[in-house]
Each structure stands twice: as C-alpha cells, then as structure tokens.
C-alpha cells in the first residue's frame, strides 16, 4: 500500500495540516534528538519572532496567534530555560520587553539548520524546483 494513499483524498485545507503536523514533528524531534533543552513549537514560534529583535511582550503578544495568558506561560518556561531575558522599556514602568540569550540564539540557529537538513531531505524527494514552487505558492498573498 502507498503510504501516501491517505493524503490522495484530502482537501487542500487538511493536506497541508498534515504535512504541516509530519514537519513539525520531525523538526522536533530533530532537535530533542541533539540537544538536551526541550523547547515546543509555541517556544520555537515565540523565538522566531524576536530573534534578533528586542520587543515588548505586548507586541509578542499582538503579533504571535496564542492566547496571551500562553504566551506569559511560554515566555516565563523560555526565561527559566535561559533562553530569553526579560527587560524594562526605556520611560515605560509598565511594559517590558523580551530579547534572546546567547544561548537562546544558539539555539534558534542550531534548529534553523536542523530545519535547513529537513528542507534538503524533502527537496531530494520531490525535487529542488518543487521545493522552491512549493514556498512561491505557499507565500502568495491568497486574498483570505
């Protein structure tokens, strides 16, 4: 039996739900296999939005589609792990704002490139031009 028999009669909604649950797994576990900090994928997104950046929490929250309530959890698991520091924000008592460690961008780097093998895996299956085609289609402005 094809193992990809299964995904032949899913609509396009549920096909990239799938492969998006089968690449998020293997990233994962990917990094679980090398390293001994656990991070979830909700840590990895919040990371990827302020790699390199230093915004407020606020503007982590606005931006990343998690609950705020999760994203205080995930921040305060993130900071724990030493992964991120939390700071004041320069004449505002209130706000605070989020940067990576060192260790935080170490690791964020070290995933990008497990994920840049995952990439070059699939792309030796399906080909380099349908990889490319793939994320063309995938980033178009699809008017929803």
């Known amino acids: 039996m094809n193992p990809n028999s299964e995904l032949e009669n899913l609509d396009l909604i549920?096909?990239?739900?799938?492969?998006?649950?089968l690449v998020r797994r293997i990233s994962g576990e990917a990094w679980n296999d090398t390293s001994e900090i656990y991070i979830s994928n909700s840590e990895?997104?919040?990371m990827a939005r302020i790699y390199k950046k230093q915004p407020t929490i606020s503007y982590v929250t606005k931006n990343v589609d998690i609950s705020r309530q999760a994203i205080h959890k995930?921040?305060?698991?993130?900071?724990?792990?030493?992964?991120?520091?939390?700071?004041?924000?320069?004449?505002?008592?209130?706000?605070?704002?989020?940067?990576?460690?060192?260790?935080?961008?170490?690791?964020?780097?070290?995933?990008?490139?497990?994920?840049?093998?995952?990439?070059?895996?699939?792309?030796?299956?399906?080909?380099?031009?349908?990889v490319k085609a793939l994320k063309n289609l995938l980033a178009l402005d699809w008017g929803i």
């Open 44 to 46: 990895w997104y919040i």
């Open 14 to 21: 549920d096909l990239i739900s799938e492969r998006h649950i």
């Open 74 to 130: 995930f921040i305060k698991n993130l900071a724990a792990k030493g992964l991120v520091e939390i700071g004041n924000v320069e004449n505002n008592k209130k706000e605070k704002s989020i940067r990576l460690t060192v260790l935080g961008e170490e690791c964020y780097e070290k995933n990008e490139s497990l994920k840049a093998q995952l990439e070059n895996q699939i792309a030796e299956k399906i080909g380099e031009d349908n």
